[in-house]
C-alpha cells in the first residue's frame, strides 16, 4: 500500500463537508489526524455535532474533534440554512439520531484563547507528523485566527488545500463570490496573504462539475447500502435546493474533491498565480486571480480549473465499495 497522506481538516460540517469527512474516514490513502470546525454553513455547535453524527455513522471513536471560530473575523454571520437546513444536514439530524444512537451533547464554546488553541491544535498536529496537508471546507476564520496568533503557525505544514473561490465562473453567494469566501472573506484574504505554501484552490469552475444525481446515488446504494442509504437521506434537502434555486438536477458536491484531489492529484489541473481575496462592498469574498500576472507578484496559489468528473466519481465509488467489504457493513 502507498504511503498514507497525513491530513486535517477545517470544515462547517454541513451536507458535502459530511461527504468529504465519509472519504477521508473510509479511505485507506488517507490518516485524518484531526476535524476542526468553524461557523459557515450552519451554527458552529451544529457543525460539531453533525462532525460526531458522521463520526458516529462510520464507527469512528479515535478522531480529535477541535470547537473553533463561531463567527467570521469581522463581518456578521450568515449562515446557508436554505442550502444545507436548520440543523447543517439536511433535516435528517432527528431521523439519524434515532436511527444510529444519541451523540454526546458535549459541545464547548472556546471562544476564551481561541487563538491560542487553535495554534496549539494545529502545532500539535502539523509539527509532529509528516508532511501534513491541512484541507479547508468552511471559511477560513480558525486558520487566520491562528496564523495571526502566530504567523509560524504553519511553518512546517506540506500544503494548503481549499475549497473555495471561483476564478472564471459566476459565484455561488453573490455574482462574483463563492460561498466559504464570501463568509469570511477578512480571513480567506489573510491566509492568502500569509501562508507558507501556495494555496490550492479547488474552487466552483471544478466544484460545479461535480455533481450527484439520483442515479449515482443508486450506483452507490448498491456497492454499500448503508452508506448510499445515508447519502441519499443527507442530500435529498441538498438536491431541493439545487433544483429550486440553480437548476440542476441532482446536487453539486464541492467539499470531497477536496479530498480526490489530495488522493490522486491527476483529478484536477490548473496553474500557479497571485490571487486576492476582496473584503468589501459588492465584491465582497470574490477571489481576484491575477492569471497574466499583470501585478508581477509571486504566485501564492494553485488555482484549479480543469476536472476529470468520472476519475473522481470512480474514486468515490471504489472508496465506499472497499470500506463495505471491508468492514462488513455492505448492506447494515
Ligand atoms: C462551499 O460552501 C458550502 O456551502 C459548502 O459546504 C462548500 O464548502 C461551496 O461554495
Ligand atoms: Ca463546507
Known amino acids: ?3 498514507q497522506k497525513n491530513i486535517i481538516i477545517d470544515c462547517d460540517t454541513g451536507i458535502d463537508d459530511s461527504l468529504a469527512l465519509m472519504l477521508s474516514i473510509i479511505s485507506e490513502d488517507i490518516n485524518l489526524l ?38 467570521p473575523l469581522v463581518k456578521d454571520l450568515i449562515i446557508a440554512d436554505e442550502t444545507h437546513a436548520d440543523d447543517g444536514f439536511g433535516n435528517i439530524s432527528k431521523e439519524f439520531d434515532e436511527e ?13 484563547n481561541i487563538s491560542k488553541k487553535l495554534v496549539k491544535y494545529f502545532r500539535d498536529k502539523i509539527d509532529n507528523n509528516k ?48 460561498f466559504n469566501y464570501w463568509v469570511d472573506p477578512e480571513a480567506a484574504n489573510y491566509v492568502y496573504h ?12 471544478v466544484t460545479r462539475k461535480i455533481v450527484l444525481t439520483e442515479d449515482k446515488v443508486e450506483i452507490i446504494k448498491k ?10 437521506k443527507i442530500t435529498n434537502f441538498y438536491m431541493d435546493f439545487h433544483l429550486e434555486y440553480e437548476n440542476i438536477v441532482g446536487c453539486v458536491i464541492n467539499d470531497p474533491l477536496a479530498i ?26 470574490q477571489s481576484v486571480v491575477d492569471s497574466q500576472n499583470f501585478y508581477k507578484k509571486k504566485p501564492n496559489s494553485i488555482i484549479f480549473t480543469e476536472v476529470d468528473s468520472d476519475r473522481f466519481f470512480n474514486l468515490f465509488y471504489d472508496r465506499i465499495e472497499k470500506y463495505g467489504k471491508k468492514g462488513g457493513e455492505l448492506n447494515e
Not at 471559511?139 to 505544514?157: G, I, Q, R, S, Y
Open 194 to 205: 500569509n501562508s507558507p505554501v501556495k494555496v490550492e484552490m479547488v474552487g466552483l469552475d
Open 1 to 3: 500500500m502507498k504511503e
Open 131 to 178: 508532511n501534513v496537508i491541512l484541507v479547508t471546507i468552511g471559511p477560513m476564520t480558525n486558520l487566520a485566527l491562528a496564523l495571526k496568533e502566530d504567523p509560524n503557525c504553519f511553518e512546517n505544514v506540506h500544503r494548503i488545500v481549499s475549497m473555495g473561490g471561483c476564478f472564471r465562473v459566476h459565484g455561488n453567494t453573490s455574482p462574483v463570490a463563492e
Open 260 to 285: 480526490a484531489h489530495i488522493i490522486d492529484d491527476s483529478i484536477l489541473s490548473g496553474f500557479d498565480s497571485f490571487t486576492e481575496v476582496s473584503e468589501t462592498s459588492i465584491t465582497r469574498g
Open 34 to 71: 484531526g476535524v476542526s470546525v468553524v461557523a459557515g454553513n450552519t451554527t458552529v455547535e451544529n457543525a460539531y455535532y453533525n462532525t460526531k453524527r458522521v463520526f458516529k455513522l462510520l464507527k469512528e471513536n479515535d478522531i480529535e474533534l477541535f470547537s473553533g471560530s463561531s463567527k
Open 100 to 112: 444510529y444512537g444519541h451523540i454526546k451533547k458535549d459541545f464547548i464554546k472556546s471562544e476564551e
Open 223 to 232: 456497492k454499500n447500502n448503508k452508506l448510499g442509504r445515508f447519502i441519499e
